[in-house]
């Protein structure tokens, strides 16, 4: 079983940059495609980003396609979503999800393990 905890959201005007993390314990972090999804008040949670298990494969949210990168770190359990060009849209609490498997999934029912969520706001 996992346990992940994210970090790095906060406020940033439009055009700005953030780099969210998720840190990750217990069961082996490299055993796990990992995502990105993201909430807005009001609206379904949807996908932003994934990766496999090692690193060689991404996919991304046209939404976001361009303007995110998602990367990881198997020795340090970490995985990182570099945000640049912010807009207001993309204001939301964004999650860091687990799943096993070995497809880069954009369903969230198909992740197992979750984060609590940090929140990122973007102003115009």
């Known amino acids: 079983q996992a346990q992940l905890v994210e970090s790095g959201g906060g406020l940033v005007q439009a055009g700005g940059s953030l780099r969210l993390s998720c840190a990750a314990s217990g069961r082996t972090f490299s055993a796990y495609v990992m995502g990105w999804f993201r909430q807005a008040p009001g609206k379904e949670r949807e996908f932003v980003a994934a990766i496999l298990q090692n690193g060689s494969g991404t996919r991304y949210a046209d939404s976001v396609k361009g303007r995110f990168t998602i990367s990881r770190d198997n020795a340090k359990n970490t995985m990182l979503l570099q945000m640049n060009s912010l807009k207001p849209e993309d204001t939301a609490l964004y999650y860091c999800?687990?799943?096993?498997?070995?497809?880069?999934?954009?369903?969230?029912?198909?992740?197992?393990?979750w984060g609590q969520g940090t929140q990122v706001t973007v102003s115009s």
């Open positions: 999800a687990a799943r096993s498997g070995f497809s880069l999934d954009s369903d969230f029912r198909r992740y197992n393990y």
